[in-house]
């Protein structure tokens, strides 16, 4: 099976109507939400293609295939994260540099700095006494690279 669109999201699904489906899942890696060509595996064991036409980068939640009573459905992974704490805006703005700098991708949520794990990071922050936390978890949004060259 090769998979061309998403065809709906399971938050478009009345939740009653999701309980009647046979739903399987596709686990992908973050940064796998960002190809267009990838093959994959349900965790019922089927290998299906996903060829996506449009340039759409897939979310959590896209249903890839939906029939009467079955359903496939795109979800993550956890990732080894660090989320960082700043105190103030000086700490925000400093470590925000740092990584910048370094070119690593980060997200942000409710005054947190979420990116994944990185030993020399994490060394980073305990040098310079920024509060951080090393935690998994599922992001549901792929870490972007943004393209950049200091020339």
Do not use: W
């Not at 470590?95 to 991708?105: F, S």
């Not at 030993?119 to 305990?126: F, M």
């Amino acid at each position: 099976m090769v998979i061309e669109e998403v065809v709906n999201h399971v938050r478009d699904i009345d939740e009653q109507a999701l309980n009647n489906y046979q739903i399987e899942k596709v686990y992908l890696e973050n940064s796998d939400l960002l190809k267009r060509i990838q093959r994959v595996t349900t965790d019922h064991n089927k290998e299906i293609g996903i060829k996506l036409k449009d340039g759409k980068n897939l979310q959590v939640g896209d249903v890839l295939y939906q029939d009467d009573a079955n359903l496939i459905m795109v979800d993550v992974l956890p990732e080894d994260l660090l989320v960082i704490y700043p105190r103030n805006l000086n700490e925000m703005g400093d470590i925000a540099h740092q990584l910048g700098n370094r070119h690593l991708p980060a997200q942000f949520r409710d005054g947190t700095m979420v990116i994944q794990y990185d030993y020399l990071v994490e060394e980073l922050l305990q040098n310079i006494g920024i509060p951080f936390s090393r935690e998994t978890e599922k992001v549901e949004q792929a870490f972007r690279h943004v393209g950049h060259s200091h020339g």
